[in-house]
């Protein structure tokens, strides 16, 4: 029932900022105890979780993007965005939304979009 979409340019010029938006369908982002994450995929490596924003409103970031990465929501539009600054090559991968079940029993990604290939480049 849960649906995710990402959506955003999937060309982004180095030191600029890379934005997408994730369109929640079939639950709310303000719903106990779920957290909604920013998850990429470089070519070639693994996932690395990026950060979120949990039911509530907090955020949490990987610290090593912390300084570059911004996560924010629309209750209004059941959305939420992330913005990665001064992106570089590296920062080239698809780009996933996903909802983690943090909810008593679970603790586990259990819906996921489809994902969006986002590339840096000049």
């Known amino acids: 029932q849960v649906q995710l979409q990402e959506s955003g340019p999937g060309l982004v010029k180095p030191s600029q900022t890379l934005s997408l938006t994730c369109t929640v369908s079939?639950?709310?982002?303000?719903?106990?105890?779920?957290?909604w994450s920013w998850i990429r995929q470089p070519p070639g490596k693994g996932l690395e979780m990026m950060g979120g924003?949990?039911?509530?409103?907090?955020?949490y970031y990987r610290p090593s993007l912390k300084s570059r990465t911004s996560v924010s929501r629309d209750t209004s539009k059941n959305q939420f965005t992330l913005q990665l600054s001064s992106v570089t090559p590296e920062d080239t991968a698809v780009y996933y939304c996903?909802?983690?079940?943090?909810?008593?029993?679970?603790?586990?990604?259990?819906?996921w979009g489809q994902g969006t290939q986002v590339t840096v480049s000049s």
């Open positions: 996903a909802r983690y079940d943090g909810s008593s029993g679970s603790y586990y990604y259990d819906y």
């Open positions: 079939g639950g709310s982002i303000t719903t106990k105890y779920y957290y």
């Open positions: 924003i949990a039911y509530d409103g907090s955020t």
